[in-house]
Every structure is written in structure tokens, then in C-alpha cells.
């Protein structure tokens, strides 16, 4: 039998429309993709009954509160990258590093300065969506280790994005969950680590112009002021204070699942919900989003470094001048950095046990 070109070049260009109209969909509601066992596993982490929030306290959360404030306040105008107010945060910071005895990790000082040209950039499987990258100038990471109790380990990096989206029509965006959140939890590790060191050094990352398309993270690579094979592994902290849910995602244990017992560990004395979602590829993913790529660890998985990315799901005050300091949840940010702070000793246990081998 002699198929025509034509008919093969139609149904190719059909296909290829109804991938193309996918794509742009998003996310097709596949939930029968999700396998019996993964729906099991969300199901059971509903309806389990969480411990009452009794924590050691370790961390002290008035002064999370107090570094979160500080960074959340209208003067810091919202933090916008490379503007007077994250200019302002990066010294603050600096100044933070200093007291917590971090040892400069950047490369003037503390600090990781770069520039970023107007470009474009692609993304989706045909590389068919784009986004304009905007030039960037007098933007800084901010770089601090401690040393290991293990000498030859490489890192285990800690990152967090200071920069938020600025003023906007005069209205400020103080960014308070997002992501002073995170950077006054990653201080308060730091305060915490100093004291009780781990086996691998710590390497603490506060990264700037994450909202201008994770560019921080990029030029951190780019510039080698970080080489991938510096790092064990990339603990990414974005948005940790407020869930009426009282749920914190943990994502990448679709591309790391060595993480799944790690996790149950750590559940176990955690009053917050760990979930396990929001890292499976477009074809797996359901009705939910993947969030590989919604903030820096993205880049770090891009360059083959292992990730846990925490979060809380969006709220309506996300990416509106109403994320302010007054609607942080202070227990449950609390619980979630304790969690955080058990996670990191597990994390760095196993990997220590793992490089004995
Ligand atoms: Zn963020």
C-alpha cells in the first residue's frame, strides 16, 4: 500500500497543533497519571492529625520576626532589584553575616555583583514561549559559609531571594512572606549552625533578582563564583509564613526520590503538613503546577545540583501590596523553620554516611 506525503504531513501537523495548544493549556487534567500509590500517599497526609505545635526552639522566632519586619518595611520600597532599598537589604545583610560570624563566600567580600544584558529567553519543550529578561544593574548575592566538622565535603548551599517587586503605581510591594520569609529563617539557621555545626560546610545564599527571572541564581553560575561541583546539594527557602492550611510544599522528590524518607523522618516531629507536589513534569502533573522552575533552585537543578525547594501555596496576598509583616503567621512560620532546621541535620547526616562509602 503507497500512503501518500500529504496525509503523513497533516496528521504530523495536527499532532504537533494539539502538543502546541497543550502546552499552552498548561497543565491537561491527566489525574489518572498521578500513580495509585502517589494519590494514596496525598490522600493520607490529609487526613493525618498533626502533633500540637510543641517545638524544641531552637530558633528564636521574635527575632525571625524582627528581620522579616525589617526587611518588609516600606522604606526598604519593596526591595526591587538593583534599586535604593535592596541596596539597603544587601548591606543589612552583609551586616548580619558579620555578626553571625559567616565567613565571606562572594567575591569581593561577601558580595557576588553581576549585570545582566536585556535578552531573551525560552522555555517548553519547542523552546516556543519566550519572556524578555530586562537589563539588571547594581545587583548583588550575598555569600557566607561555615565551615564543616568534615574536612573535603563540599557544601551543602542554603539559598533564599531577598529582592521583591518594588513600587508599583505608587503602591508598595513589601514582600513580606515573599521572601523576607525566607531570608530571616536562613539567618536564623545561620545563627543556629554557628553554634552547632554539621559535618559538611554550609554555604548561606542570599540571592538577588529572583523576580526578574531567577537572574541572581544564573549569574551565580555564569560568573563561577559557585562551581556545581562545589555543592552537595541546594536547600531553597521561598515564601515560609503563612498557610491557612497550615501545609508546606516540599518539592523535588520526583527528581531526588532518596528524599521520600528523609521527609517521613522529619514529618514525624513537624506540626506543619509536608507535601510532596508541584515537581512532576507536565505529562505526570494533574490539575497542579509544577514548580521546578518557579524560583532559584531551578537553576541549581539545571546544573545537576540535587534540590528541596520549601514553600507555602500561593495566597490571594501573593505578589500584592498586602503580603506585609501584620499577616505572617508567626507559629506556623516558626513550626516550618524548626522543620527546616531538622530537614538540613537529616540531610547532612545521610549525606556525610553516604560519602564515608
Ligand atoms: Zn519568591
Redesign the pocket.
Known amino acids: 500500500m503507497k500512503i501518500g506525503f500529504k496525509p503523513i504531513l497533516v496528521t504530523l501537523g495536527l499532532l504537533a497543533g494539539l502538543t502546541f495548544a497543550a502546552q499552552q493549556w498548561g497543565y491537561p487534567a491527566w489525574q489518572s497519571w498521578l500513580t495509585e500509590r502517589e494519590a494514596a500517599r496525598i490522600e493520607a497526609l490529609k487526613s493525618m492529625p498533626l502533633p500540637a505545635a510543641e517545638l524544641p526552639g531552637r530558633l528564636d522566632k521574635d527575632r525571625m520576626m524582627q528581620d522579616l519586619s525589617w526587611m518588609a518595611h516600606p522604606e526598604r520600597e519593596g526591595r526591587e532589584s538593583g534599586q535604593a532599598g535592596a541596596l539597603a537589604t544587601r548591606h543589612w545583610l552583609v551586616q548580619q553575616y558579620q555578626q553571625i560570624g559567616l565567613q565571606p563566600a562572594g567575591v569581593d567580600g561577601y558580595l557576588h555583583q553581576y549585570e545582566v544584558q536585556e535578552h531573551i529567553q525560552f522555555s517548553g519543550v519547542f523552546r516556543q514561549r519566550q519572556r524578555q529578561i530586562e537589563a539588571i544593574s547594581n545587583a548583588a548575592n550575598v555569600l557566607g559559609r561555615l565551615p564543616g566538622k568534615q574536612a573535603g565535603l563540599p557544601y551543602i548551599a542554603i539559598s533564599a ?1 531577598y529582592d ?1 517587586l518594588g513600587v508599583r503605581n505608587g503602591d508598595v510591594f513589601h ?1 513580606a512572606d ?2 523576607a520569609s ?1 531570608v530571616a529563617a536562613m539567618l536564623e539557621l545561620a545563627r543556629y549552625f554557628a553554634l552547632n555545626p554539621t559535618e559538611h560546610p554550609l554555604l548561606f545564599m542570599a540571592l538577588d533578582s ?2 526578574k527571572g531567577l537572574q541572581g541564581a544564573v549569574a551565580l553560575f555564569r560568573d563561577q563564583a559557585i562551581r556545581p561541583e562545589q555543592l552537595a546539594f541546594n536547600v531553597n527557602l ?2 515560609l509564613s503563612r498557610d491557612s492550611e497550615r501545609q508546606l510544599f516540599a518539592v523535588g522528590t520526583y527528581q531526588h526520590p532518596w528524599l521520600h524518607p528523609l521527609l517521613d523522618q522529619v514529618q514525624q516531629q513537624s506540626s506543619v503538613r509536608l507535601m510532596r507536589a508541584h515537581d512532576r513534569p507536565w505529562w505526570r502533573a494533574g490539575r497542579t503546577e509544577n514548580w521546578v522552575n518557579s ?1 532559584d533552585h531551578g537553576v541549581f537543578h539545571r546544573h545537576g545540583v540535587p534540590f528541596i525547594y520549601f ?1 507555602v501555596a500561593d495566597h490571594p496576598d501573593y505578589h500584592t501590596p498586602r503580603d506585609t509583616s501584620d499577616r505572617v503567621d508567626v507559629t506556623f512560620y516558626h513550626a516550618v523553620s524548626e522543620t527546616v532546621l531538622d530537614f538540613i541535620k537529616l540531610l547532612d547526616q545521610q549525606l556525610a554516611a553516604k560519602a564515608q562509602h
Do not use: A
Open positions: 531571594h521583591h514582600g515573599d521572601n525566607g529572583e523576580e521561598d515564601m524560583s514553600g
